[in-house]
């Protein structure tokens, strides 16, 4: 039985570890609050570490789901990290949603140590990690990438190789960007529609048959026109997300015009006490 370590069970890690340890894996888990490793351990089997040095220790692979790019350092480096847990030949497989910058140096610092790194951040969302169906985009060697493929399909429905290191979460960035730009199309839609005084639920049976068709009108629309905002990823981890796109943007001289525009909407639907809210909440402040 291959033995791996999970790092970070929150909204995410939770389930995703499960479904390691549910396809025969022998998995030890850290979690900051150990409380929930205890809960996790109880519903899924495994064990359970102290520090992450604790649970990288003796695995081939050991994967990290955490915040932001302080989170990722914390939990990897120092005497108590999973740098200083994982063997020679081993792998650190991060998929915290991270700068492309720190995928380079945790590469970096892991090559010193004749050790892999793998950037691999996910999208598909709290449902997707529930059912096992997320999308990975990767940033890495490919004989490493091979050698971790198979054992991330436990909750990977697709993942991609997408370049060297940091290619991944240059990939999320552009999923992070086409996507809000999407929601706000629909927003201004809907929100048009709702003016109007049309049956919003006939609207989007018609026209998402045709070219403005699109997931978030699918999976999103009529929660939006009822506005209903609980469905997971929060406006505080998109603006997370975006603010890294704005900083690889300057430096590669991308134009993001508009999703700079819509990250300030994001900012009014914060101080309209929306932190928390699901990303399709742009439509609240048309309300205003
Ligand atoms: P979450 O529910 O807030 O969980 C965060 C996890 O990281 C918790 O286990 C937390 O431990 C741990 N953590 C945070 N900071 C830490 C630190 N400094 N040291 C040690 N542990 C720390 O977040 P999530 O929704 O699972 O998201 C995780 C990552 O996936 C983020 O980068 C996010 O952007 C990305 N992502 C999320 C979604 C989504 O829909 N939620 C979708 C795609 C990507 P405690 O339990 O002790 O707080």
Not at 28 to 33: D, F, G, P, S
Not at 54 to 72: K, L, M, Q, R, Y
């Amino acid at each position: 039985m291959k033995k791996v370590a999970f790092i970070g069970l929150g909204v995410m890690g939770y389930p995703m570890a499960g479904h390691l340890q549910s396809s025969g894996f022998d998995v030890c888990v850290y979690n900051r609050t150990t409380a929930k490793a205890e809960q996790w351990v109880k519903e899924f089997g495994g064990s359970l570490a102290l520090t992450p040095k604790e649970a990288a220790t003796g695995c081939d692979i050991a994967f990290s789901c955490v915040g932001n790019d302080n989170d990722v350092r914390q939990v990897v480096l120092g005497d108590d990290g999973i740098l200083a847990g994982l063997s020679i030949g081993a792998t650190l497989v991060d998929h915290t949603t991270a700068s492309a910058e720190l995928a380079r140096d945790l590469y970096a610092l892991a090559e010193l140590q004749n050790k892999h790194f793998v950037d691999a951040p996910v999208s598909g969302g709290q449902a997707g990690a529930e059912n096992g169906a997320l999308t990975i985009m990767a940033g890495g060697e490919a004989d490493i990438f091979e050698q971790v493929q198979p054992v991330m399909a436990a909750y990977a429905r697709f993942s991609q190789l997408m370049g060297k290191v940091g290619s991944g979460q240059l990939a999320k960035m552009v999923n992070q960007i086409c996507f809000v730009n999407a929601v706000q199309g629909l927003a201004e839609g809907l929100n048009f529609a709702q003016k109007a005084g049309l049956d919003t639920d006939k609207l989007i049976e018609t026209i998402s048959k045709g070219a403005a068709g699109s997931w978030q009108m699918d999976n999103r629309g009529k929660t939006m026109c009822a506005r209903e905002f609980d469905f997971g990823f929060a406006v505080d981890w998109v603006r997370k997300d975006l603010a890294m796109a704005f900083n690889e943007a300057e430096k590669i001289g991308a134009d993001l015009t508009i999703t700079k525009q819509l990250d300030g909407y994001y900012e009014e639907v914060q101080q309209k006490g929306g932190n928390r809210w699901d990303t399709s909440s742009l439509i609240a402040r048309l309300d205003d």
